[in-house]
């Protein structure tokens, strides 16, 4: 699988951005999709994720200022974040948990973009 995330950049705090991930490859079925993040010298966090059937969860420092939505036809994931903050600077990485033809099986595993950066400055 193969995931290209766009829509990362400089944006100054109040602004709003558009992070936006399309997955590719022998795929069978995506079960969610999700936004993660990573901050310098701290570990990977869950920004945002939504399930086959729509259900998105956030994490508590998005809630009210994040939307996450996914097309399941063409296999794409965005993540709309408003009233951004400076603490929201991060390389943010799109991750898919997704079901896939192998040679004479499928396997179930998660997949993980190259990661956009996002700097909000203040």
């Known amino acids: 699988v193969q995931l290209q995330a766009s829509g990362g950049g400089l944006v100054q705090a109040g602004g709003s951005l558009r992070l936006s991930c399309a997955a590719s490859?022998?795929?069978?079925?995506?079960?969610?999709m999700g936004w993660y993040r990573q901050a310098p010298g701290k570990q990977r966090e869950l920004v945002a994720v939504i399930t086959s059937g729509g259900t998105a969860n956030y994490a508590d420092s998005v809630k009210g200022r994040c939307t996450i939505s996914r097309d399941n036809a063409k296999n794409m994931v965005a993540l709309q974040i408003a009233s951004l903050k400076p603490e929201d600077t991060a390389v943010y990485y799109c991750?898919?948990?997704?079901?896939?033809?192998?040679?004479?099986?499928?396997?179930?595993?998660?997949?993980w973009g190259q990661g956009t950066q996002v700097t909000v400055s203040s």
């Open positions: 991750n898919v948990r997704a079901t896939v033809l192998r040679r004479s099986y499928y396997e179930t595993g998660d997949y």
């Open positions: 490859g022998s795929i069978i079925s995506i079960n969610s």
